[in-house]
């Protein structure tokens, strides 16, 4: 979250709102110069805030990835002929891939003849055709299952802060230090305005939840989760079948290696 610390100190000359930076002990004015030493409390309590910002925007990100998702999924509605021939489509799909997996070790066997002649190494590309084919019924599952990343907009302002060098007041953005429009005076967010911040951005989070809930609940009511139920479900058992090959497999080039190396 690259927002600023949402903290800022007074220049001890000219009261000029200078935003902590969570790296420096120190910072300079730069309209007098001076040179100004940032309280450590300051420094933690923007580390603080800042942290708890973060850590809610992640989880506003993931709720809006969510929902984004799921709106996808209700909008796709697959109709009475896509969901019939569905399984045929995974079958041939899965039926590609092991062609895919075969046609690999069949072309290295073809171009590198000593491979084939050679009993571990044989076995060793049959492995790797099964990892091939394997990722290519893999590719199925995280298509169905795919997120895409969204940025949730969090909430802008907070709550009001008074200067108090001039009286005015002036809303305090969430995660900024600011100062103030009409003296330039900082605005020091005390721990009140920052827990109105995150308390802003937590019910912020809440509803992005509950808008993800909804957007679920409506897309069970489609033919899609049948759909995405039906090809988990194939491309599961396949997927095991072809780990449970690939384990057998592995203890067969065990047992060749040993055999050989006695």
Known sequence: MTRGT??????????AALPVEL?????RCPHCRTRNAIPKPQRLAAA????RLAAMARVADEFASEGDYQRRRRRFQPGAILAGIAPLLTSLWMIVGLGVGVGTMMAVFTLYPAVNRNQIAGMAMGLVAMVIWAG?????RLFL?????AIAALPATAADARCSHCGATV???IGHAMHCPFCAA?????RAVQEAAESRVERHVIELRAQAVVEAMQSEATRMPALENMIAMVTGAQLFTIGLSCVVTLVV???AVVTALR
């Open 48 to 51: 603080v805030h800042l942290e």
């Open 6 to 15: 949402g903290i800022a100190i007074p220049c001890s000359t000219c009261a």
């Open 145 to 149: 299952t795919r997120r895409r990343a």
């Open 186 to 190: 900082a605005l020091l967010p005390d």
């Open 171 to 173: 809303p305090v953005l």
């Open 253 to 255: 080039i065990a047992i």
């Open 136 to 140: 290519w019924v893999g590719v199925l």
């Open 23 to 27: 790296g420096s002990r120190a910072l």
